[in-house]
């Protein structure tokens, strides 16, 4: 049995892949599918906000895109409960934009 091939295809153009994220990604060095399928979407979105500390990272435009990209569906479609298993693996609380929607109203 000859050894899996590792899947070279760029990120970008992948669903929910603009350039924005594909060039923040290959900045983390996530550059490939086969990049991103080895590491998974947890690792690569901790890699994206340590690379950009300043910079606010929300989950569905990463995390949550991330593994739409690797499913071939939109990030929105993903289940409460991958985006919770997501969360979960990433360290990450809530999504941003609820997070600053919660502040702004006082909760």
Same mark, same amino acid.
């Not at 295809?9 to 060039?23: E, H, Q, S, W």
């Not at 599918?33 to 906000?49: K, S």
């Not at 606010?56 to 298993?85: E, F, H, I, M, N």
């Given at each position: ?7 070279? &295809? $760029?990120?970008? @153009?992948? !669903?929910?892949? @603009?350039? !924005? ?6 900045? +983390? =060095? #996530?550059? !490939? #599918?086969?990049?991103?399928? *080895? ?11 340590? &690379?950009? $500390? *300043?910079?606010?990272? /929300? %989950?569905?435009?990463?995390?949550? +895109?991330?593994?739409?990209?690797? =499913? @071939? #569906? /939109?990030?929105?479609?993903?289940? $409460?409960? %991958?985006?919770?298993?997501? &969360? ?6 809530? $999504? +941003?934009? &609820? ?9």
């Amino acid at each position: 049995m000859s050894p899996a091939r590792r899947d070279d &295809r $760029p990120l970008r @153009g992948r !669903t929910n892949i @603009g350039p !924005t994220i594909a060039a923040r990604l290959a900045a +983390a =060095d #996530v550059k !490939t #599918v086969g990049d991103l399928t *080895a590491i998974g979407p947890a690792e690569a979105y901790r890699r994206v906000r340590r &690379r950009y $500390p *300043a910079r606010t990272v /929300p %989950v569905c435009y990463y995390l949550y +895109a991330l593994q739409g990209a690797l =499913d @071939g #569906v /939109p990030w929105d479609a993903l289940s $409460p409960a %991958v985006k919770k298993r997501l &969360r979960e693996r990433a360290g990450a609380e809530r $999504p +941003a934009w &609820r997070a600053s929607r919660r502040a702004r109203a006082g909760g």
